[in-house]
Nanobody, 122 residues
Framework: QLQLVESGGGLVQPGGSLKLSCAASRSILVYYTIGWFRQVPGKEREGVSCIDISGGISVYADPVKGRFTISRNNAKNTVYLQMNNLNPEDTAVYHC???????????????WGQGTQVTVSS
């Protein structure tokens, strides 16, 4: 079973940047498409971005296009989410999970961990 641990969140001012990491406990990340999702209390979970096994295909939700970049290093069993030009609407708990790319959407297929809090505030 794929177990993932998210890290890299924090408090940042509007316009700032953060880089999130999603690390697997074993060398099996290479077999999975991985997605980033975010959730705000009281709102539905939102798919943010997905990257396929090879790293050659990625999809992004409209609100983050042009600001966020997903990447992966299979040798390090890690998927990253570089977030630039952050705004308060990006405030959420960010999770990663095994996923599949369905059209232009990222659909979770596996469980996720505790997530990492991102807070964008001045």
């Amino acid at each position: 079973q794929l177990q993932l641990v998210e890290s890299g969140g924090g408090l940042v001012q509007p316009g700032g940047s953060l880089k999130l990491s999603c690390a697997a406990s074993r060398s099996i990340l290479v077999y999975y498409t991985i997605g980033w999702f975010r959730q705000v209390p009281g709102k539905e979970r939102e798919g943010v971005s997905c990257i396929d096994i090879s790293g050659g295909i990625s999809v992004y939700a409209d609100p983050v296009k042009g600001r966020f970049t997903i990447s992966r290093n299979n040798a390090k069993n890690t998927v990253y989410l570089q977030m630039n030009n952050l705004n308060p609407e990006d405030t959420a708990v960010y999770h990663c999970a095994a996923s599949r790319i369905q059209g232009r959407e990222c659909v979770p297929t596996g469980s996720w961990g505790q997530g990492t809090q991102v807070t964008v505030s001045s």
